[in-house]
Structure formats: structure tokens, C-alpha cells
């Protein structure tokens, strides 16, 4: 909010009444931001007093309602189709597939007997997640018949009314994801981060540790297959995200989004390239162009602190003690925070020269936390 607000005069709409949020606000309203009539509301009041510039968003179930604000209200950002083609999951691979860049092959599904066809064409173990998600973290691992009616029965309920679900392979190999900011010739690679997957939260997939590394060694080959996704998607300008497996046959696609979906990856890139896409993203929605100079330096990363149960993971002690070892500083939240089917109470943050001694790094401050919990 800090950075956005330094960018321009913010105004919110959200789910909640404002907490943190207001002193770097102009103004704000509650809305169901899933109801887009509400939204119009919420954003036609606010606009009787300010001018609305620019609209933007960091949650994907939130970019169909944000393309039609800029559509009616003629604002600046990526095209209703150029959205379209992202949020649907099964039309980002067809057309990525059109233009031969490589994807996981999202075949959709209205019914679970179409699932079933499409289970039996793509093989287990495979991933059944929302065509176009409502909420964070709803694709799920799929290991064989046994378990797939479940997993599409929770995909369906998690996903845009009418857009069903997609099944694709379970894929091989390391997760990247590519963010992209504005430069003279169009967008570009300008960080890739990695994720691992928490063992706890199966069948879900929810990421227990994200690694930025500014000498990433798999950078030429991301760049290239994020650029040309991108371009076969009709994404001109603004930040993008493409997330992708690096397979033994070279990265494949997964998702694409017309937006950065976590502000923290955001503070994680700035640190090591010097870029802070946060107030990119900002500016342009209100349709200007930002420049920025890297300073690319080492790697740093986040583990977050989950469990199954809302039970504190932290030491009594932790808020007064925030360095856990010389190079980790945790950050506990007020609250415990439901994602998928885990509990998060905070996260601790590292930095280093690469991604080894990054994941090392992290590893040594959770066994220091679990230490101190045992012995408190």
C-alpha cells in the first residue's frame, strides 16, 4: 500500500473494513468483489468524488472484474481478451499451444465423465484444478480414479460460474515462475523465482519455501519461452507472470496472469534486481511507463510457517526476538491465516549469495524456531 499510495492517491475496494490499510488510502469501501454489480457501485461512489485513473489488482479472481472496470470506465491496462486468454486456463493452453509454445496441455471439463475422458488422455498422476479460479490454491494433486471425483467435485465449487475445470499432467521437474516488467521493446524477464511444495497441505499445492536468485541458471531458457508466451497471449505492456515446469525437454507453461499475484514475491525480487514491480504495477494502471535500473545482487528467499491446525508455529518469544539467526528475520502475523488446507502464522525472510545457501539458510532458522518451541 505504501508503494502504491507514493505512486498516487489510492482508493480501495475490499471484502473487509479497513484495518492496516488506512493511512495510505484516499478513500475505500466494502464490497463483495466476487458480485461485480457491487463493485460498480462500490468504484461509481467513489469516483462522485475523485477521478478514477487507473484500477488494478494482486488476486486472480479479481482480473475479469478489473478488465471490465478499464473497459467501461476507458482506463489503461492489458485488453478484455488478452485477460480472457489467462483466466481461462484451458484457452491459455490452446493458444499457446497454437503458437508452439510448450504447456502443460489443459484439457477442460464440464462433467465429471468429461474429467474421467480427460484423466485417461493426459495419465496419472495429473493436477484438477478451476478453469478460472475464485480463490487461491484450489488445484489438486491427483494420483489416480480413486481420488479424481473428489478433486473435481472441490474444483468445481472453487471455480468462476459456467468455466468448469481443467485437467492436465502432473509435470516432472523444477518450478519457476517468470515476472515481467515494461522496457522499450515490450516486456521482459526481470526476475524468476522458485517454489517448493508443502508435503502437509496434499493434495493441494501450496508453496512452503519461494527463492529469488538474480544469476538464475535457468534464465536463458525461461526467458525465451516466457517471452514468446506472452506475445502469443496479446500481452503488450505491464507486468505479467508466467508460471512453468522446467521439464526434462525444456520449460512447459502452466499459467499465465496479466498482473503480480503476491506482493511479497515483489519486495523478494526488489531486493536482489533493484526493480520494485509494485509501483510498476501502479503506474501502469494509470498508464504510464516506469523504467527501471537493476542492480542485480545475490538471492533471497521466504519460508513460510504453516500446519494443518490453527495452533501457533511460533515461539512465545518471537515477536520481541525477530532475527532468529544472523541472516533470518521472521515476520509473525497478527493473525492465523487459512490458505487451502493449512494454517499460516507467519513467514521467515533470508538472503545470500545463491539459491543453495538460500534453502540452507532457511532451513537452518526453521530448526532453530522448532528448537525454540520445544524448549519454551
Same mark, same amino acid.
Request: charged share 15%; aromatic share 4%.
Given at each position: ?42 468504484v ?6 475523485r ?35 489467462t ?10 499451444? /497454437? ?23 493426459v ?14 490454491y ?5 494420483? %489416480? ?9 472441490a ?8 468455466? %468448469?475445470?481443467?485437467?492436465? &499432467?502432473?509435470?516432472? /521437474? ?24 508443502? &508435503?502437509?497441505?496434499?493434495p493441494?499445492?501450496?508453496p ?11 534464465a ?7 517471452t ?53 504495477? /501502479? ?22 510457517l ?14 520481541a ?9 521472521l ?9 487451502g ?12 549469495t545463491?539459491?543453495?545457501?538460500c ?8 530448526a ?9
Amino acid at each position: 500500500m505504501q508503494r502504491l499510495a507514493a505512486v498516487g492517491p489510492v482508493l480501495l475496494i475490499d471484502t473487509a473494513p479497513l484495518d492496516w490499510q488506512r493511512p495510505h488510502l484516499a478513500d475505500a469501501r466494502t464490497a463483495n468483489l466476487l458480485d461485480y454489480p457491487q463493485v460498480q457501485e462500490a468504484v461509481a461512489e467513489m469516483a462522485l468524488a475523485r477521478s478514477v485513473v487507473g484500477v488494478l489488482t494482486f488476486h486472480p479472481a479479481y482480473a475479469r472484474a478489473v478488465a471490465q472496470l478499464r473497459q467501461e470506465l476507458a482506463l489503461p491496462g492489458p485488453s478484455v481478451a488478452a485477460v480472457e486468454a489467462t483466466t481461462l486456463r484451458h484457452r491459455t493452453a490452446q493458444l499457446l499451444a /497454437g503458437a508452439g509454445v510448450d504447456n502443460s496441455g489443459a484439457l477442460h471439463a464440464d462433467s465429471y465423465d468429461q474429467a474421467l475422458e480427460a484423466a485417461h488422455e493426459v495419465g496419472f498422476p495429473l493436477v484438477c484444478k478451476p478453469a478460472s479460479p475464485r480463490t487461491r490454491y484450489a488445484a489438486r494433486q491427483v494420483p %489416480g480414479i480413486p481420488e479424481l471425483a473428489e478433486a473435481f467435485s472441490a474444483a468445481s465449487a472453487a471455480t468462476w460460474p459456467g468455466t %468448469g475445470t481443467v485437467i492436465e &499432467p502432473l509435470l516432472d /521437474g523444477i518450478e519457476a515462475t517468470a515476472y515481467t516488467a515494461d522496457s522499450p521493446s515490450g516486456p521482459r524477464v526481470v526476475a524468476i523465482s522458485h517454489a517448493t511444495f508443502d &508435503p502437509q497441505a496434499e493434495p493441494a499445492l501450496l508453496p512452503v519455501e519461494v527463492v529469488v536468485d538474480a544469476d538464475d541458471v535457468c534464465a536463458s531458457a525461461i526467458e525465451d519461452t516466457a517471452t514468446r508466451a506472452l506475445a502469443a497471449l496479446g500481452h503488450r505492456s505491464g507486468t505479467a507472470q508466467i508460471r512453468m515446469r522446467i521439464t526434462s525437454t525444456g520449460p512447459r507453461v502452466i499459467s499465465v496472469t496479466t498482473h503480480l499475484t503476491d506482493p511479497l514475491l515483489g519486495l523478494l525480487i526488489e531486493r536482489v534486481t533493484g526493480i520494485d514491480l509494485i509501483s510498476q504495477a /501502479g503506474h501502469h494502471a494509470r498508464g504510464r511507463t516506469v523504467l527501471a535500473e537493476e542492480s542485480r545482487l545475490g538471492a533471497t528467499a521466504v519460508r513460510f510457517l504453516q500446519g494443518p491446525r490453527p495452533t501457533p508455529l511460533l515461539p512465545p518469544t518471537a515477536a520481541a526476538h525477530p532475527h532468529i539467526t544472523p541472516y533470518a528475520t521472521l515476520q509473525q502475523y497478527p493473525d492465523m491465516r487459512p490458505l487451502g488446507p493449512l494454517w499460516r502464522s507467519g513467514h521467515l525472510l533470508v538472503a545470500g549469495t545463491d539459491y543453495p545457501q538460500c534453502t540452507a539458510r532457511l532451513r537452518s532458522a526453521a530448526a532453530e524456531i522448532r528448537s525454540a518451541r520445544l524448549s519454551a
